[in-house]
């Protein structure tokens, strides 16, 4: 049996230094998304600052976020009074006392849960069209003329599943070094130390005598400062779960649900399990667009005013249009004025009835809030759905904000590294690197993404509508795009790339960052249109 020892200890000193720097950098304020460039040297959204110079002393009306998401915990001790309540429905009774197709839908609705209890994983969305391929032609080499196009589909995505596959076994591997390397720090540190438990001062204080003790050392000084356990856990929920999940052809998790699913019209199914098994991330969502202002505990969310409504819709894995068309639906007709969306996907076999859906909210005056995904890719050149341009007609939602990430650094660094853009395809961008935001069970954590980026926009857009409620969804993006900060002729670096300037209104139609200082400026003399 080999030494794990002198398998670990090279591998670790080749990474130590890109490892350690990425968790040796000071995290920002927790709450520097709300602060404001001129006034605090921070490039945030100016929240702050408009509480405090624009709205004292005015009136606000309730605003209702529906956040399409993994759940909420909606018992947190900083949502809670803040969570939507369906007054027209009794809880626990069994019955559907509002008459809209959903049974005790208290807090909001989960279309990925049913009697048979909840999804929390699932394929990604191209594992299951590659699946229904494979299906249909494994094995063939030749088939009818109708086939065609579908054969040659076919035959492209089974090379690229077998290249995603192999992928995500190399990077299980690589990250499996990693679980036993902290694995045999925790074990030596611990024999050290003579304890199971124990300090980051008393690491520091450790005695290390050679290369292999003093790697060791640094690496639990890294791992007790930065809460590095948890960010493990969740590098091992992605990448064993891609494997485990994401692309496994035998896995289908959707009999839990108990719909028909080849009937994608269908509405009324699921279950009121909002928080679900796995609501980390849309709790944190809710926390950015509505944590309680003021109550001296955890965070400020953007929004005083605001009931966040919890539509569950997403596992692990890919959201499956069904879902999200009905979520949508949900929102709309249960009083939703804004919906969050902080997910997407690159294959979407049922984009046309998620559209029908959009174009329903946007009838009733809604606006829909998405993510424009953390690949750092060109959206102008690769898809990420759900977006807003009717597959139909053409035409694009004029009641849709897509989001992108900015970071906390005012510099070249401004863009986040992750975040994807587009000249054509991405509007806007906000603060989505480091935000500190709500968790499940009255936790607290910083989360990164441009899932972060979309309820900060949401957030400014529902304080926005909270004074001037008679705006529209239309009116709301009109105004957010229009009094963003301008940043169209900062250099900034291109995300993905290592160090390649490109100017920053190359990566969105605005090239700028979301205000909303400006924004309530500008909406106290707008005049709404005459949509709802």
């Known amino acids: 049996m080999y030494n794990m020892k002198y398998i670990v200890l090279p591998f670790f000193l080749a990474i130590n230094l890109s490892l350690c720097a990425q968790f040796e950098m000071d995290k920002p304020s927790t709450n520097w998304h ?166 980051v001062d008393e690491v520091k204080k450790m005695s290390a005598d050679n290369e292999f003790n003093i790697a060791i050392k640094e690496f639990m000084i890294y791992a007790l400062e930065n809460d590095f356990e948890y960010e493990l856990s969740q590098g091992r929920e992605q990448l064993e779960g891609a494997l485990l999940y994401s692309y496994n052809l035998d896995f289908d998790p959707r009999y839990l649900v108990g719909d028909n699913y080849a009937d994608i019209t269908e509405r009324f199914y699921g279950s009121n399990s909002v928080k679900g098994p796995a609501s980390d991330h849309g709790t944190h969502v809710a926390g950015i667009i509505g944590a309680v202002r003021g109550n001296g505990i955890g965070i400020d969310g953007i929004c005083e005013n605001v009931q966040i409504m919890a539509i569950r819709a997403v596992p692990l894995g890919d959201e499956r249009d069904k879902d999200v068309a009905n979520a949508i639906r949900y929102a709309a007709d249960n009083g939703a004025h804004i919906i969050n969306m902080s997910f997407g996907k690159s294959y979407s076999p049922g984009k046309s009835e998620v559209d029908k859906a959009v174009k329903y909210a946007e009838s009733k ?125 900062v250099e900034v670096i291109l995300p993905g790339s290592d160090a390649e300037r490109i100017s920053f209104k190359k990566l969105c139609t605005t090239g700028g960052m979301v205000n909303a200082y400006s924004a309530l400026q500008m909406a106290a003399t707008y005049k709404p249109s005459k949509q709802k």
């Open 34 to 199: 709300l602060l404001d460039l001129s006034k605090d040297g921070i490039p945030g959204t100016s929240v702050e600052k408009a509480y405090a110079e624009l709205l004292q002393g005015k009136q606000s009306k309730t605003v209702v976020v529906a956040v399409i998401d993994s759940g909420v915990d909606v018992e947190h001790e900083d949502l809670k009074d803040n969570v939507w309540v369906n007054a027209d429905e009794i809880p626990g009774n069994g019955i559907d006392d509002d008459k809209n197709g959903y049974i005790d839908d208290v807090h909001g609705w989960s279309f990925i849960g049913g009697a048979a209890g909840d999804v929390k994983e699932d394929n990604l969305e191209f594992t299951r069209v590659y699946k229904d391929l494979n299906a249909r032609f494994k094995g063939k080499t030749s088939v009818p003329k109708s086939d065609k196009a579908d054969f040659e589909k076919y035959q492209k995505m089974e090379k690229q599943y077998q290249d995603r596959l192999d992928k995500s076994k190399k990077e299980w591997e690589e990250f499996s070094q990693i679980l036993g390397f902290y694995e045999l720090a925790k074990s030596t540190v611990s024999t050290t130390l003579g304890k199971e438990d124990y300090t």
């Open 365 to 489: 005056g809604v606006l829909l809030v998405h993510a424009a995904g953390n690949d750092s890719r060109n959206n102008d050149k690769s898809n990420n759905f759900p977006n807003p341009k009717n597959e139909e007609s053409g035409k694009v939602s004029g009641s849709w904000i897509e989001v992108g990430a900015s970071a906390a650094d005012a510099g070249l660094d401004i863009v986040a590294s992750f975040s994807n853009y587009g000249r054509k395809t991405v509007n806007i961008f906000a603060p989505g690197q480091d935000i500190y935001s709500t968790m499940p069970d009255n936790n607290y954590r910083f989360q990164s993404g441009t899932s972060m980026a979309s309820p900060v926009t949401a957030g400014v857009a529902a304080l926005v509508k909270s004074y001037y409620p008679e705006l529209s969804g239309e009116d709301l993006r009109s105004i957010l795009l229009a009094s963003c900060t301008d940043y169209k002729k």
